[in-house]
């Protein structure tokens, strides 16, 4: 299932929420369809609002390639609406993308079995995170841990998309559980940059039971994987780092698509 949450053009003041499917958006309430619009006709609002938290996971291999991983908090308020325009300072070079899924919690767990886990998702969406290269080798240069080079918008796709779509097949390995590949493709206007297939390197059967192990992992909060190994837009066909007036599309298998906008 795909839920959304949108404007009508002629009633912008008004906050819906509805399922997509067939290109047509069916306006709900609860889970009961009222009415149905065209695509043409509605503004894509981002399909969660705003969380109440968000940690971003990070992988690693250690030793004798023990994969190991953490998270670090960010800034609920990055997160924008699907497709927005936005600005940056003009000071701020190597703007690049890192490319995540988001898991949306709808329900308060600790220590969960892997069924709690399963009853604790409302579902996933496909998320862009900009970064700046530049800030971040700036940071890591100084001994500091990247903060500000990583704490710049993200952007939402404009779905989100329940379990049963995303992770048709089960896996008996808890560690497997909710991880796959996914084939992503990149494009500027009718130029392909990257097309590929890549794999989740944590599930999010881990990220859910490492992160309320110790402490409940509440409703309304948002959950990153790791970004994928995508290569850097520098490594891309284009050769450069994004700027003002590029116009990004991505395109998930299974989660949609992510429009990234920068004027």
């Given at each position: 299932m795909k839920l959304c949450r949108f404007r009508l053009d002629a009633e912008p003041e008004k906050i819906l929420t509805g399922i997509y499917k067939n290109s047509k958006i069916y306006q709900t309430e609860g889970m009961v369809p009222v009415s149905v619009h065209e695509v043409s006709n509605v503004e894509f609002l981002k399909p969660i609002g705003t969380p109440f938290t968000m940690r971003k996971f990070e992988s690693f291999t250690h030793g004798d390639s023990v994969k190991k991983f953490f998270y670090q908090y960010g800034n609920p308020l990055n997160l924008l609406e699907p497709a927005q325009f936005f600005s940056l300072d003009h000071q701020i070079e190597g703007l690049d993308i890192q490319i995540r899924i988001a898991c949306m919690i709808q329900e308060n767990i600790l220590n969960p079995t892997i069924y709690e886990v399963q009853r604790s998702i409302l579902g996933f969406i496909p998320v862009c995170e900009v970064v700046s290269q530049t800030l971040i080798r700036e940071e890591i240069k100084e001994g500091m841990p990247v903060?500000?080079?990583?704490?710049?918008?993200?952007?939402?796709?404009?779905?989100?998309?329940?379990?049963?779509?995303?992770?048709?097949?089960?896996?008996?390995?808890?560690?497997?559980?909710?991880?796959?590949?996914?084939?992503?493709?990149?494009?500027?206007?009718?130029?392909?940059?990257?097309?590929?297939?890549?794999?989740?390197?944590?599930?999010?059967?881990?990220?859910?039971?490492?992160?309320?192990?110790?402490?409940?992992l509440r409703a309304g909060e948002l959950l990153l994987s790791p970004p994928f190994n995508v290569p850097s837009v520098n490594e891309m066909s284009w050769k450069r780092y994004i700027t003002p007036g590029d116009e990004l599309n991505i395109q998930i298998e299974d989660l949609g698509a992510i429009q990234v906008k920068l004027l």
């Open positions: 903060c500000i080079g990583n704490d710049l918008p993200l952007l939402p796709g404009a779905l989100l998309i329940t379990e049963e779509e995303c992770y048709p097949n089960k896996e008996d390995d808890l560690n497997e559980h909710l991880k796959r590949d996914w084939n992503i493709k990149i494009s500027h206007g009718d130029e392909i940059l990257h097309s590929d297939t890549h794999t989740q390197t944590i599930s999010f059967n881990e990220m859910i039971r490492f992160t309320s192990k110790y402490t409940p």
